[in-house]
């Protein structure tokens, strides 16, 4: 039983180059801390009104290398198809929603 990810490498690519805000949540399976992490990030990304790309990074050795990601989690936001910031330690539904602010700011 094998699962594949669910969009290529080529759309995620493209959806940062043609967006000017993107943000991509990866996470790893059995991983308890991204589970946690997902929870605090959606009660953010709901009160914003914010979408994010929700991947296995197990599924996506290209972007690991292109983006350097080392853990999961990991919170990747990219602004005008440049990441913009990386989040690993995911500390609090109000530190996130900092992060964020910060970042929709332009």
């Known amino acids: 039983f094998i699962v594949k990810e669910t969009i290529s490498t080529e759309d995620i690519l493209k959806n940062i180059q043609d967006s000017d805000r993107y943000i991509i949540f990866g996470y790893a399976t059995m991983c308890k801390t991204c589970d946690i992490s997902e929870t605090?990030?959606?009660?953010?990304?709901?009160?914003?009104a914010l979408s994010y790309e929700r991947i296995n990074l197990n599924f996506y050795k290209t972007l690991i290398e292109q983006?350097?990601?080392?853990?999961?989690?990991a919170l990747l936001l990219f602004k005008d198809g440049q990441l913009y910031k990386e989040v690993y330690a995911?500390?609090?539904?109000?530190?996130?929603?900092?992060?964020?602010?910060?970042?929709l700011v332009d």
């Open 40 to 48: 605090m990030l959606k009660v953010v990304a709901e009160a914003k």
């Open 67 to 73: 983006f350097q990601i080392r853990s999961a989690p």
């Open 90 to 103: 995911f500390q609090s539904v109000t530190y996130l929603n900092e992060v964020l602010e910060e970042f």
